[in-house]
C-alpha cells in the first residue's frame, strides 16, 4: 500500500505539468470548493485562474463562472456573457468541457434576460447532445439530472408567452 502512495504522487506531479491536465486540476479544485460550500475561495481560484490561463483551456473555468453567476449571485447578462465565452472555446479549440452544462446554462441565462430567440437555439444545441447522451447507457444517471430544467426551459421558451412568473430553475449540480 505504502509504495502506491509513493508512485500516485510522482504520476500526479508529472501530469500536473501537461497543460491540459493542470487546468483541468484547477477546475476539479473549483468544483470540489463549491460543492464542500466555500464559495467565496472557489470564486476566488476561478477568477485568479481566468486572469493567467491560456484561452484554450478556460472553457470549463468560463463555464464554472458562468453557473457561478447564474446560481449564485443571478447576475443573468453576465453569466450569459460567460456561459458565451466558454462556448465560443468549447467551439473554436474542440475543448473537453461539459457541452451539456454550458448550452444547459447558456439556455437558463438567456431564459432569464427575456432572449428567448438566444435561449432557443443554445437549447436546441443543448438537446442534441442531451438526446444523445441518453442512448448511453452509462450517461443516463447524468442525463436524469436535466430533466426538470429541460420541462423548465421548454414551459418558457415554448410557453404561453407570459414570463410574469420566472422564477429561476434549481441547478442540477448542487450537492
Known amino acids: 500500500m505504502k509504495i502506491i502512495k509513493y508512485i500516485k504522487f510522482p504520476i500526479w506531479w508529472l501530469l500536473c505539468r501537461i497543460p491540459f491536465c493542470k487546468y483541468m486540476s484547477v477546475g476539479y479544485q473549483i468544483d470540489k470548493l463549491t460543492s464542500s ?21 478556460a472553457s470549463a473555468i468560463w463555464r464554472s463562472e458562468g453557473e457561478f453567476l447564474l446560481y ?39 431564459v432569464m434576460n427575456y432572449n428567448m430567440d438566444e435561449a432557443e437555439a443554445y437549447f436546441n444545441k443543448f438537446l442534441s447532445h442531451y438526446n444523445e447522451y ?32 420566472l422564477k429561476l430553475v434549481d441547478n442540477p449540480y448542487e450537492p
Do not use: C
Open 37 to 57: 460550500g466555500e464559495i467565496e475561495k472557489a470564486k476566488t481560484l476561478r477568477r485568479d485562474w481566468l486572469n493567467k490561463m491560456p484561452e484554450k483551456y
Open 72 to 110: 449564485e449571485d443571478e447576475n443573468y447578462p453576465d453569466s450569459l456573457s460567460a456561459f458565451t465565452k466558454a462556448i465560443s472555446i468549447h467551439e473554436e479549440y474542440a475543448s473537453a468541457d461539459n457541452p451539456l452544462r454550458m448550452y444547459y446554462g447558456a439556455a437558463v441565462s438567456a
Open 134 to 165: 441518453r442512448q448511453i447507457k452509462n450517461l443516463q444517471n447524468y442525463t436524469n439530472k436535466f430533466s426538470d430544467g429541460v420541462k423548465w426551459l421548454r414551459e418558457h421558451i415554448y410557453g404561453d408567452g407570459t414570463r410574469s412568473h
